[in-house]
Structures are given as structure tokens and as C-alpha cells.
């Protein structure tokens, strides 16, 4: 069981993938339960949605203190509802897209967080650190609640660089080679569709 609280968000309106991207079903199961599979083991676990969309036992259905702002403000519902039934800690923070995060990718950025910093990050193929596939620490909150009053809405900017310990590729890759793939277009899913991905 891993010491910290997932939180999977699916609050977004799927433009680009043009029907409701958590239920598109990939080997049998919707995405939504490949997501939330991969966190199943944690002590709490979080829905950041609009309250009726989804249920989904285990799971408790959060929502957004900004409704329709993005997963920069999904993070924010994400960390206050974390703080306020675990105390201090860290939440695994998880589009619901990304069907291929397997519990060995989140172990494996559970081992490189430190005492030093408040986010782990896997880089990308292309050295990008990736934000929705991440660990944040609830000490965060007070600043993507700033950020959030202050308009921005990347997701990127939820930590500094030097608060965000980073996951070399490589390690991703050995754990779990396509945990970083994204689903935004029905073109997208049909790549994993294929065999071996
Ligand atoms: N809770 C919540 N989640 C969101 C919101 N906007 C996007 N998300 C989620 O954030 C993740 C990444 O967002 P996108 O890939 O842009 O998904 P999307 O917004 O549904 O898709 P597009 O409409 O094509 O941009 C997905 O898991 C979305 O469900 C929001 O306002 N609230
Ligand atoms: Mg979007």
C-alpha cells in the first residue's frame, strides 16, 4: 500500500477527442479504470470530476473548487481535500488519460521524493517533465491556490524547478514503457491498441 493519497482528475470536456475521453474503452475496460487501477493501493483515493459524472466504488468523487478551470485547479481541489482528511502528505496526481501508469511507475517516483522537495516529476522522451503524472506534496497548496487567483492555469508552473525532483526517462521506461502516453485524440488511442504498446 503506498503511503500517499491518489487523486485522478477528470473533470475536462474531451473537445479533442469528441465524446467523454474516461469512458473510451481500451483492452475491455475504460480508461477511467486503467487510471484508477494503477492507484488502487493507495490509502486514499480521490475523483476530481463533477460530482454526478462518475462513480466508482473505492473512490471518492471530489469536486472542482473551480469548475471547468483545468488541472491546475483540479490540483488545488486535489490538495485540500488530501490535507483536510490526511494531514501533511503527498498526493499521486494523475490525468485520466494516461491508461498505461502502472503502480511500479508511481513507486518508482515515490522512491526519489526527499525531505527537499514538494513535486516529483518523470521527464519525457523529450527531457519535458511531465505534470499530470506526478507526485505533489500538500505544502503546495498556498501557492497553485496564488497561482490560481493570480490567472495562471499551466500545469507546469505548480512547482518551481528547484521544489520538483525529476525521473530520468530511462527509469520510466524500464518500469513502465508507455506510462507517459496521453490520450487527447481517438487517433491517439488506437496506438495503444496496437500490440506491444
Ligand atoms: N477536474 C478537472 N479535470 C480537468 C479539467 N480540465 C481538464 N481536466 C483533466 O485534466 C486532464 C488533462 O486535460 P486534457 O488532456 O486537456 O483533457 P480535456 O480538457 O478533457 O480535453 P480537451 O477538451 O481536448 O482539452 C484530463 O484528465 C482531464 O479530464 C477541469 O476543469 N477539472
Ligand atoms: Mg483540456
Redesign the pocket.
Known amino acids: 500500500m503506498l503511503p500517499l493519497a491518489g487523486a485522478v482528475?477528470?473533470?475536462?470536456?474531451?473537445?479533442?477527442?469528441g465524446s467523454d475521453?474516461?469512458g473510451a474503452v481500451l483492452e475491455g475496460r475504460p480508461l477511467l479504470q486503467h487510471v484508477t487501477a494503477s492507484l488502487s493501493g493507495c490509502l486514499l483515493r480521490l475523483l476530481?470530476?463533477p460530482p454526478e459524472r462518475y462513480a466508482l466504488p473505492g473512490w471518492q468523487n471530489v469536486p472542482?473548487t473551480r469548475?471547468?478551470?483545468?488541472?491546475l485547479?483540479?490540483l488545488e481541489a486535489a490538495l485540500l481535500a488530501a490535507r483536510a482528511q490526511m494531514g501533511e502528505g503527498w498526493v499521486a496526481f494523475a490525468?485520466?488519460?494516461m491508461p498505461r501508469l502502472t503502480p511500479a511507475y508511481w513507486e518508482l517516483l515515490a522512491e526519489v521524493k526527499t525531505l527537499e522537495v514538494l513535486a516529483v516529476r518523470a521527464l519525457d522522451a523529450a527531457w519535458e517533465p511531465q505534470p499530470?503524472a506526478a507526485l505533489y506534496h500538500t505544502a503546495l497548496l498556498e501557492r497553485v491556490t496564488g497561482l490560481l487567483d493570480g490567472g495562471e492555469r499551466r500545469m507546469r508552473e505548480a512547482a518551481l524547478p528547484e521544489q520538483t525532483a525529476l525521473v530520468p526517462f530511462v527509469e520510466v521506461q524500464r518500469v513502465s514503457p508507455s506510462a507517459l502516453h496521453?490520450v487527447?485524440t481517438p487517433a491517439d488511442l488506437l496506438v495503444l491498441a496496437k500490440p506491444g504498446q
Open positions: 482528475t477528470a473533470g475536462g470536456a474531451s473537445r479533442r477527442f475521453k474516461a476530481i470530476a472542482d469548475p471547468g478551470e483545468g488541472p485547479a483540479a490525468g485520466v488519460d499530470l496521453n487527447n
